[in-house]
């Protein structure tokens, strides 16, 4: 038996807006629900209304979090190869129900955003999400990070020295996850006299009430980030450190040398009250990684850290050529009963493309062929097929299809064309013979009328007409 899996899925979205938002700018989706959920976030809104497929469930258990009650699955499609890097997420907690977050940051570069769940070669059940935070940041998080290129992937944050329940909401301002950090033989206090500020990545204010410290001049050894990373990841680092008035004022300057698994992260950094942070934009890591903090040459206080996040550097892929993405969404629009995988970026992940479309992956990545055989599509052919101007197939054979056959003339590289056994009706448009890349044309068993065109009745087309309503002869019959 499959049992039901938990995600929140957060994903935090890098906008031009300068001003920080509060309350909290965002669109909170609560996945499965049938009504809307108050929260401290905000409200969340039933999924229905950006989604076309799945299930909707609801779990027999409670949770703190009313979002995580529902869900929605979809059905389990195995990828025929290794998956690419996209959406698609893994390593949940199958016997304990507990909820796994996931947490990314991604340039939004239009009025939507399409999300990819996908399994990959770790799991045989269908993926499903319980929840979808969509977060506007402010220019300053994050903003060494080239947002065209790269993408970034949460491997851990945390608040160190404190045991309390997850920082989030309203204290940090953009509903980031801070979680609780202890370690044994390093003592943990509560900072009370800094006045930290001016951090570009906006910390909230209450990691700072509490820190890991040595009272002693001797090194700090962190395993940190706790998680063990498979194989070489470039990652953002940054270190957020704030001193006590106080304990400056009884023991002289904290003065710090960083190490990351045996590398100079940061030489001679003096920790004040106003707070400081250390980041790297590209930093390696690797297997397990080893924080290290030694005083420095003239230190008078022992190593200190009140918070910190890494997160692994995603490389964005190229998407599908918008004109071809836009062209095909009204393609979609014509068919009611599509397949339920048309929604999203049409070629891309690559592995997760839509059912029946072909693709070429060059400079620019185009639609290049369309292959609905028998899926028992009704509607109608949209006059947008035209601007897929990469076509060199087109196959529509054996639907319910209806209507006229639109122009498509412009489609200069289009080879074939079955548009055979539907209900189409009218006129065979005569602009088909214009493309002289055209060798096949099939038409027949249609509710076509008319005279077979001229421009069509020439060597090198293989043309099928019969099974129509036609004036003239059919073109042969095969």
């Known amino acids: 038996m499959i049992r039901p899996l938990l995600l929140l899925l957060l994903l935090f ?50 949770y703190a979090d009313p979002t995580i009650s529902t869900l929605r699955t979809f059905p389990f499609l195995p990828v025929a190869s290794s998956v690419t890097r996209s959406l698609s997420i893994a390593g949940l907690d199958y016997g304990k129900y507990m909820p796994t977050y996931y947490e990314g940051y991604f340039l939004a570069t239009g009025k939507t955003m399409s999300i990819c769940l996908g399994v990959n070669n770790f799991t045989d059940s269908g993926p499903f999400i319980s929840a979808l935070e969509l977060v506007v940041l402010s220019d ?75 009272p002693v001049l001797e090194q700090m050894d962190l395993q940190w980030p706790t998680r063990v990373l498979d194989g070489k990841s470039d990652c953002y680092i940054a270190l957020y450190f704030a001193d006590d008035q106080d ?3 009884g023991q002289g300057p904290r003065i710090l040398n960083i190490t990351v698994n045996g590398v100079p992260y940061y030489s001679n950094l ?33 190593p200190l850290l009140n918070a910190g996040e890494v997160l692994e550097l995603v490389p964005v892929k ?61 509607g109608s ?7 897929l101007t990469a076509l060199t197939s087109i196959l529509l054979d054996n639907n319910k299809l209806s209507g006229n056959i639109p122009d498509l003339s412009s489609l200069r ?49 293989d043309l099928k007409t019969y099974g129509n309503h036609l004036s003239s002869p059919p073109a042969s019959r095969q």
């Open 140 to 214: 300053s998080v994050y903003n060494t990070t080239d947002f065209e290129q790269i993408g970034l992937s949460l491997v851990q944050r945390s608040s160190f020295g404190y045991d309390g329940p997850t920082i989030r909401y309203p204290d940090d301002p953009f509903d980031r996850l801070w979680e609780p950090y202890v370690r044994n033989g390093v003592r943990q206090t509560s900072t009370k006299n800094v006045s930290v500020s001016g951090f570009w990545n906006l910390p909230p204010l209450k990691v700072f009430d509490q820190e890991l410290i040595l």
């Open 13 to 62: 979205l890098i906008s031009s807006a300068a001003s920080q938002p509060l309350p909290l700018r965002a669109t909170l989706i609560d996945c499965g629900a049938t009504s809307p959920t108050p929260t401290l976030q905000g409200e969340w809104i039933p999924d229905s209304p950006f989604v076309s497929s799945g299930t909707p469930l609801s779990l027999p258990f409670h």
């Open 247 to 249: 304990s400056l004022a």
């Open 318 to 378: 190229k998407k599908t050529l918008t004109r071809d993405v836009t062209a095909l969404e009204k393609v979609k629009q014509n068919l009611p009963n599509h397949p339920s995988d048309w929604s999203g970026d049409p070629c891309m992940p690559d592995n997760y493309m839509w059912s029946g479309v072909a693709c070429s992956y060059g400079r620019r990545i185009r639609v290049v062929s369309l292959n609905f055989t028998s899926m028992g599509l009704s």
């Open 413 to 461: 590289n289009l080879e074939v064309l079955h548009l055979n056994d539907n209900k189409l009706s009218g006129p065979i448009p005569s602009s088909l013979g214009s493309i002289e890349s055209l060798r096949e044309l099939y038409l027949q068993n249609n509710n076509l009328t008319g005279e077979v065109p001229k421009s069509l009745l020439k060597p090198g087309l």
């Open 270 to 302: 003096l920790v004040s009250p106003a707070g400081d942070a250390v980041f790297a934009s590209k930093w390696p890591l690797t297997g397990q990684t080893k924080l290290k903090l030694a005083p420095a040459p003239g230190s008078k206080s022992g």
């Open 381 to 387: 052919l949209s006059p947008s097929l035209a601007k």
